[in-house]
């Protein structure tokens, strides 16, 4: 007796198990590695995106939160010195957070911590990438006709 290929739906099913898989471990060292910094994971998100001065709703968005929530966070880690408000450059209604230089040192700590045993650590940057396009292009809106690559 022959085995039929699986249905798409089993197919779709295995591969979100795998990609919320996936994510609960990134989570997890995420938390663990914040902890022996005495950091939550949420500020530790919050510094880990933070690559450069950025408003609330651009470091809320690339947290994935609602912006009051990345506000909470960020009014945590102001009150420690590790974030500041800033005028921005070009728009007098918004405010830049810019790291201090506790916060920036604290970063690399943080970045060098994350590169430790990470959960993606075993993809050759190469794969690392390619998992990222796939990523990329299954999250963004598409037009459904073009949804896998082709013309």
């Given amino acids: 007796m ?3 290929p699986e249905p798409p739906a089993s197919a779709e099913r295995q591969l979100c198990g795998l990609v919320s898989g996936l ?3 990134i989570s997890d060292h995420l938390r663990e590695r914040a902890a022996t910094l005495g950091l939550t994971a949420a500020q530790a998100t919050a510094l880990r995106e933070l690559s450069g001065p950025m408003t609330m709703r651009e470091l809320a968005d690339r947290m994935s939160c609602e912006p ?3 506000t909470f966070v960020v009014d945590r880690l102001e009150k420690q010195g590790l974030i500041e408000r800033r ?3 070009t728009d007098r209604r918004a405010r830049h957070l810019v790291l201090t230089p506790q916060g920036t040192a604290l970063r690399e700590r943080l970045l060098a911590l994350l590169a430790q045993d ?6 050759t940057p190469q794969r690392q990438r390619l998992l ?3 990523l990329e292009q299954a999250i963004a809106p598409t037009d459904r006709g073009r949804a896998d690559g082709g013309g």
């Avoid at 990470?118 to 993809?123: A, E, F, I, K, Y």
């Fill in 23 to 25: 994510a609960q471990k």
């Fill in 68 to 70: 009051s929530n990345a």
């Fill in 118 to 123: 990470s959960p993606l650590g075993g993809l």
């Fill in 87 to 89: 005028a921005h450059p």
């Fill in 2 to 4: 022959t085995t039929s």
């Fill in 132 to 134: 990222q396009d796939l």
